[in-house]
């Protein structure tokens, strides 16, 4: 039986990710959980999964968990330290890191220090701090398992490979609910447009994503770093259908593709079960029904997000923290109703456009990049 942590469990990964647990109960076993402030969620999943330790994000919710949950008593911590404990717990062998942005980034370093594998789902961690988490990663002989779709594609389709023989990899958009959307249209659209994804069930953060193509842009920094690709060897194609993950081409021009329906729990159950698989209860796909595949070139001028990510990812240092950031304060500022959807990019080009980068080493440093970008941010809305 594998012992896990979750962090992020009330978050649409977690919620997959304990689904699958359920239908797997003599094969995994919850070890501990991390949330934010959704206490009632939480304390349904202690109940059932019962965990040995969980954390949450204030010594509020603390008490608040304390009292939802009655005589059942886990040990309860609460803060970054409070999840660095659950990614940490001795009995752990797997930490699915599924905290959004860059808060995920702490917690999953000290897992790898720690020697858990990582089944990750915070792609921020590899945008922020992408070398320090490699590095770690390797001194530490611990696998980073993708549980992002595309990359879990990649993964899969690298499998048994040389490196020397991939060409390129091509990760799959499906370009979101403003696909062909005019571009004076664009800027006009409202936070619950954003919010309406034509595929995937996803959180608020990354629903907006995805609309603005950062999502993307982030996938591609990540790319780099978990599969050793420059920036020029990882492609970008929209595929509305959201039926092909993501593939990899090689130096003989075959192209290999995972495909599978539009379903979170297929990626986090092979990540789960890896090096083997398990059912992971998601719709079958049946390629007669499926109809027309199409794929397009994505439109960097109405989307700049992904150029920019492109961008930072070439200019390397302290710029991929700080696109990251500067994007994490614009989304929760669009969502507030502060700026529009076009001043997304606005805010983080200019964000990038006045930082002066340097090249981090420790985990304070791309913290300290991380903070920086968001008190700009903040000032550039003012």
Known sequence: MKSFSVLGSTGSIGVSTLDVVRQHPERFRVAGLAAGNNITLLAEQIRE?????????????????????????????????????????????????????????????????????????????????????????????????????????????????????????????????????????????????????????MGA??????????????????????????????????????????????????????????????PIAYAMAWPERCPSGIARLDLTRTGNLTFQEPDTERFPCLQLAYDALKAARTYPAVLNAANEIAVAAFLNGRIGFTGIPELVEKTMQAHEAWTPVELEEYLQADQWARRTAEQLIA
């Open 49 to 201: 999964f019962n965990p040995r330790i969980v954390s949450v994000r204030d010594e509020a919710s603390v008490e608040a968990l304390r009292s939802e949950l009655g005589d059942i008593r886990p040990e309860i911590l609460h803060g970054i330290e409070g999840a660095c404990a659950v990614a940490t717990a001795d009995e752990v062998e797997l930490v699915i890191s599924a905290i959004v942005g860059a808060a995920g980034l702490v917690p999953t370093v000290a897992a790898i220090k720690a020697k858990k594998h990582i089944g990750l789902a915070n792609k921020e961690t590899m945008v922020v701090a992408g070398r320090l988490v490699s590095d770690l990663a390797r001194e530490n002989g611990i696998e980073i398992l993708p549980v992002d779709s595309e990359h879990s594609a990649i993964f899969q389709s690298l499998a048994g490979q040389r490196h020397e023989d991939v060409l390129r990899v091509i990760l799959t958009a499906s370009g979101g609910p403003f696909l062909n959307t005019p571009a004076e249209e664009i800027r006009k659209v409202t936070p619950a447009q954003a919010l309406k994804h034509p595929k995937w069930n």
């Open 205 to 266: 953060k990354i629903s907006i994503d995805s609309a603005t193509l950062m999502n993307k842009g982030l996938e591609v920094i990540e790319a780099h770093w978990l599969f050793d690709m420059p920036a020029e060897k990882i492609g970008v194609v929209v595929h509305p259908q959201s039926i092909i993950h993501s593939m990899v081409e090689y130096i003989d021009g075959c192209v290999m593709a995972q495909l599978g329906m539009p379903d979170m729990r297929a």
